[in-house]
């Protein structure tokens, strides 16, 4: 496809809608601020170690596994909210409440003496705020694809304005905490009943913008019946599959929140490969009964699933169709769409693109605080100088993609945060110099937005249009496991080399690289399968 004038790509921009998308941008990356920087800066000024700041950062797990629940903000109705409001904005409106609430209650706590209610507070908030994100980015993705003129390029506009929206929730607004937490007239709880009031505030965007159309209610209803025309034949397979998927979301769970009461006489050592030979084992016998299935479900004509309906109708096989379409059809038609080989690849990049950014990010706060800078320098450098960057550079990138192409936009987002992380390694060894703060600051902004808008963009345009919560929610969970799980460990990871703060961000910038590679090795496919979903996307499929 030959790529387009700037005139071309600017006039995307045009369209009212991404204003919305921005302002919830702003709402979804805001919670960030209160369980990540904010947070950090409140647990720093406590004085808490490295390691336990980092650990503490595994509240975020909400945000990989986000997922597992995601399917359920494509199909449950809010009581009395959802008819007044639509199901997207009354997903939204209720998540952001509920982080309104949670953000009082973490005001109310001492930091020093009740750490662990803080991490219970905490992560109902990230819960929340992983819900919330799950909403707004099937708003964005629903309210995008409803116009006739939809396309790849309007995903990018749209990818870079929830891009800036975001960074201006986290970093323009996240400035504010540590402004006011450097005046001695504040203390941390103080800011954190400010923060809620601000989340309180960005809920009226919710009220007052369009809810989306969409035809993913009969989409979804019409895959439920067709397993019902089946299920009454299949019993044990009804009652292996309401079985397995509990278990496997448990197992999922259980191994994200650090395998609680693991037994004493199985080393620690063996505990992911357990769960993760159980998770893989589990998955292997849900597909066999899903395949028995859906061979019945293939062998039957039109006229046998039509028959079928009335008489389907006992409990067990009402709430196995009911969870199949829910919660499976989403995943199966990923992979049915995409093929298993480049579905798998292309959940294997977005797992690997963020790793350096992920260690990076979660230490920050710590580096700046180590290095010598103050929270009000934290505050202008950081967060104000990282915002403005951030915004501009988001439009910049997303013009580039929206001439050139996802791919290559990719690329170059890639190789320049794997380049910018370099800037640090300086940092760490010239000390707190300001003007190289700036810079530094400046050039994470700009590669960041760059490479995020792309990113973001790839995952819109994946996504079937009946399952955008779903399967944007599966793909995006992936990105965060990596800033969430291995992020975690950042801290540990710089106590390892003795506080050596230059060598782990030489480090950091090499990690991008195996995702680059891997990019390149699925180009082709991956060129070939953006364009046909410019073009036209298959229906959605209950086999």
């Known amino acids: 496809m030959p790529a387009r004038s700037l005139l071309q790509s600017l006039r995307y921009f045009q369209d009212r809608r991404l204003l919305t998308v921005f302002f919830f941008g702003i709402a979804s990356g805001f919670p960030w601020v209160m369980i990540g920087s904010a947070m950090t800066g409140w647990l720093k000024d406590e004085g808490l170690s490295r390691s336990s700041i980092g650990l503490f950062g595994l509240i975020f797990v909400a945000y990989s596994i986000n997922f597992l629940w995601s399917p359920l903000a494509d199909r449950i ?25 949670f953000t009082l209650q973490l005001s109310s706590l001492d930091a020093a003496s009740q750490l662990s209610m803080m991490a219970l507070f905490g992560l109902c908030l990230a819960i929340s705020g992983a819900t919330q994100d799950i909403a707004i980015d099937a708003y964005r993705i629903d309210i995008l694809n409803q116009a ?29 905490p540590f402004i006011l ?91 992911f490969g357990i769960a993760t030979f159980s998770v893989i084992a589990m998955i292997a016998l849900f597909a066999r009964q899903l395949t028995k299935l859906n061979r019945a479900l293939n062998s039957r004509t039109d006229a046998v699933l039509a028959t079928g309906l009335a008489r389907s109708n006992d409990s067990i096989s009402t709430l196995t169709a009911w969870l199949l379409a829910t919660l499976v059809a989403p995943i199966q038609e990923f992979f049915q769409r995409n093929g298993v080989r480049l579905a798998f690849s292309i959940l294997m990049f977005i797992f690997l693109f963020k790793l350096g950014e992920a260690y990076l990010g979660r230490m920050s706060i710590v580096f700046y605080r180590e290095v010598g800078f103050s929270n009000e320098d934290i505050a202008y450098y950081s967060k104000l100088i990282n915002w403005g960057t951030t915004i501009v550079f988001s439009l910049i990138g997303s013009v580039f993609t929206i001439r050139y192409g996802i791919l290559k936009g990719l690329f170059i987002g890639g190789i320049a945060m794997s380049a910018s992380n370099l800037l640090f390694s300086v940092m760490a060894v010239m000390g707190p110099v300001k003007w190289l703060f700036a810079m530094t600051v400046f050039v994470d902004g700009f590669t960041s937005a760059w490479g995020s808008v792309a990113f973001v963009a790839l995952l819109s345009v994946l996504c079937n249009k009946s399952f955008t919560a779903s399967q944007y929610a599966l793909m995006a969970s992936l ?44 180009r082709k496919p991956l060129t070939a399968l953006i364009e046909q979903n410019e073009s036209s996307q298959d ?5």
């Open 77 to 101: 109705k809010i009581p009395l909210l959802t008819a007044k409001l639509g199901l997207r904005r009354s997903w939204i409106f209720t998540t952001q409440l509920l982080i309104c609430l």
């Open 539 to 543: 229906k959605p499929k209950a086999k």
């Open 479 to 522: 990105g965060t496991f990596g800033r969430v799980m291995l992020g975690s460990y950042s801290g540990i990871f710089v106590d390892w080399l003795d506080g050596n703060w230059a060598l782990f961000f030489v480090l950091t910038s090499m990690m991008v690289i195996p995702s680059l590679l891997f990019l390149y090795s699925i």
């Open 181 to 271: 937490a450097s005046s001695p007239d504040w203390q941390w709880s103080e800011v954190f009943m400010v923060l809620a009031l601000m989340m309180a505030a960005l809920s009226i965007t919710a009220l007052v913008v369009q809810e989306p159309t969409s035809q993913r209610e009969q989409t979804l209803n019409q895959i439920q019946q067709a397993y019902l025309t089946v299920l009454p034949s299949y019993k044990s397979q009804s009652v292996g599959i309401l079985l397995l998927l509990p278990l496997i979301m448990l197992t999922i769970l259980y191994a994200n929140i650090g395998y609680p009461l693991w037994p004493e006489f199985i080393k620690e050592q063996y505990q």
């Open 148 to 176: 006739s003129d939809n396309s790849n390029e309007l995903m990018a506009a749209g990818s870079a304005m929830a891009t800036a929206g975001w960074w201006t929730g986290y970093a323009g607004l996240g400035s504010i």
